[in-house]
């Protein structure tokens, strides 16, 4: 309440200026207060724009089957595989408080390493201090935040954080596994003392060859250090190869071995929110995804174009108070990709949703798209999710990306509660019914 008044009283750029050094108070007060819940636990650090929560639980059942207790605090919740408890905000890195409380939760239960998941506002606004990060895995930097962050340079410099968090850890393992095929990648991997590069550039510690991407998931052999891996995913998407090959570093660094490495990504089946495929016996494909960023529209949709037998439909949103910019971009990502697009609304907060609509519309509209013949705007999604499976025919691939996992739609006079797969499910069995 407080940091509300104040920021309602000083100008918005001043306020992102100090507002860090007032979270950097809480976080030391908090920390003292609790005894550093995280101390002695070995944590690893997983950051990025796209990606994070596939691979910090790709870690995270990695480490667990291989008999190494490890909690997990992510995107779409956090505990143990005994003990798991759903998030219910629309917040990663919790603020220090709520954070530690559940650290110490984690810590009752037994836990010997924590993967969490760290966001660039956490980092930021120094909401992770006196946490001793072991290891940092960083996925990919692209358009995302700037809203906040205001340019790519300070997004980016904000992430880096956490690589030079793990460099000030004597007793961890001081290593980045980095993305190398990411342009970003040098300025993560500058801080640590060691680094485990992957990626498709054959430059790269861990390269995948043999690829073949299926509905089903992905298959590949990776070689290091003279040692072969073949890694099967079950979570589809040739994306996930990256944040796969994230996952087999992190093994490699902790020192799994080969086989404890190949049966911990492939013990992982799905991630909730994340290329969830919906069955209720239509004969069409349905996938439910938390793709959010224009960089992950690209990644999904040009590998479902790939994959996809028939039509592609696809249904998103863009969230209002949030980074507009993005919105052309993803319209005219949809617009490139998909044979059918449906725009609805996606958190649109106190910002007008037909505005927002129209201007994700824009971008589909200059890859060709025509408005009521291939281009829909429907403001209710519930509506537009029934809208979107009564398009669909045999053989055709129908994507519902920006909400996934999440449990609530934030309108600009109420929030409600929200189950997108339930919703999805729904609408297929009500078309299946007539």
Known sequence: MFRKFVKALIPRQLFREIEPFGHLLEAVMWQVLMGFPAKGLKVIGVTGTDGKTTT??????????????????TTIGYGTPELWRDNKVHMTTMPTRAMLQRIWQL????????????????????????????????????????????TFERYREAKVRLFEMVARNKAGLQTGIINLDDASAPYFAAPVPK????????????????????????????????????????????????????????????????QQIEDGIAALHDVAGRMNSIDEGQNYAVIVDFAHTPESFEKILSSMRKLAKGRLIVLFGSAGRRD??????????????????????????????????????????????????NLFLVADRSEAISFAINQAHKGDTVLFLGKGHEKTIERAHETIDWNEAETVRAAIRARLNK
């Open 56 to 73: 910090s639980t790709m870690i995270y059942t990695m480490l667990n089957e291989a008999d190494i207790k490890t909690g997990l605090m």
């Open 107 to 150: 810590r009752r239960e037994g836990i010997e390493w924590l993967v969490l998941e760290t966001t660039s506002h956490a980092l930021a606004q120094n909401r992770v201090w006196g946490i001793d990060y072991s290891l940092a895995v960083f996925t990919n930097l692209t358009h995302e935040h700037l809203d906040y962050h205001g």
């Open 195 to 258: 680094v485990l590069s992957y990626g498709m550039t054959p430059e790269a510690d861990l390269v995948p060859q043999n690829v073949e991407s299926t509905g089903d998931g992905n298959d590949y052999d990776v070689t290091y250090q003279g040692q072969k891996l073949h890694i099967h995913t079950n979570i589809p998407g040739s994306f996930n190869v990256s944040n796969s090959l994230a996952a087999v570093g992190a093994g490699l660094t902790v020192g799994l071995t080969v």
């Open 324 to 373: 507009a910019a993005k919105r052309g971009i993803q319209g005219a990502s949809a617009g490139r990709w998909a044979d059918v697009v449906v725009v609805t609304e996606e958190d649109d907060r106190d910002e007008d949703g037909a505005v927002i609509q129209k201007q994700i519309a824009k971008g589909a509209e200059a890859q060709g798209k025509q408005l009521d013949k």
